[in-house]
């Protein structure tokens, strides 16, 4: 069972907006950033957001993310078919001294 | 060019035991914590060890406490992962993953190809 809460899949045609969303604690979420992976199967995963709403280079503005309270969520406008991959949240856990990871959200673009 | 990659891995009977490596390449090694997660097959993403700059510092996920032990050798820009008493619910495709701060941030980045660990007898 994963210390963070994710639903288990989610869809959207392209060009729409989607919202994953991502439940904790007060000793993860509640207490430190939040990161979000995507990971598409066969390589290695790829931070999207760092930081709650952080964007690396190269990472499309398509891609946001937010957090509140012992929850955090990563947005996807303008849904793309190469947006469908297995989307994870992050974040340390200072009650378990130990990264926290969701369950994963699988995203299906229809 | 930032790069990790994982080596290591292979079929191993329940109870064997397997040294990972991973080594960086593009970047200072000695400077950044790292980390270890695993992703068993059909299932998700999960963290299993990271250690901090010089390795006096480890952390372990509670599922591999005992079993498994992280260190680095930062001569060599490698990062290993020793699992001891391997279980079948230890398949997994391993990855490690830099351990990069900013302020109160901390996220992984980037993260090898993986290797993968299948115990079986």
């Known amino acids: 069972q994963s210390v963070l809460t994710q639903p288990p899949s989610a869809s959207g045609t392209p060009g729409q907006r989607v919202t994953i969303s991502c439940s904790g604690s007060?000793?993860?979420?509640?207490?430190?950033?939040v990161t979000w992976y995507q990971h598409l199967p066969g390589t290695a995963p790829k931070v999207l957001i760092y930081?709650?709403?952080h964007r690396p280079s190269g990472v499309p503005d398509r891609f946001s993310g937010s957090r509140s309270g012992t929850s955090a969520s990563l947005a996807i406008g303008g849904l793309q078919s190469e947006d469908e991959a297995d989307y994870y949240c992050?974040?340390?856990?200072?009650?378990?001294?130990?990264?926290?990871f969701g369950g994963g959200t699988r995203l299906t673009v229809l | 060019e930032v790069q990790l990659v994982e080596s290591g891995g292979g079929l191993v009977q329940p109870g064997g035991s397997l040294r990972l490596s991973c080594v960086a390449s593009g970047f200072t090694f000695g400077n950044y914590a790292m980390n270890w997660a695993r992703q068993a097959p059909g299932k998700r993403l999960e963290w299993v060890s990271g250690?901090?700059?010089?390795?006096?510092?480890?952390y372990y996920a509670d599922s591999v406490k005992g079993r498994v032990t992280v260190s680095r050798d930062n001569s060599k820009d490698t990062l290993y992962l020793q699992v001891n008493s391997l279980r079948v619910e230890d398949t997994a495709v391993y990855y490690c993953a830099r351990w990069l701060r900013s302020g109160s941030s901390d996220w992984f980045d980037p993260w090898g190809q993986g290797t993968l660990v299948t115990v079986s007898s």
């Open positions: 930081g709650d709403n």
């Open positions: 007060s000793s993860n979420i509640g207490d430190r950033t």
């Open positions: 250690i901090n700059t010089n390795g006096g510092e480890t």
């Open positions: 992050s974040a340390w856990d200072v009650r378990l001294n130990a990264w926290a």
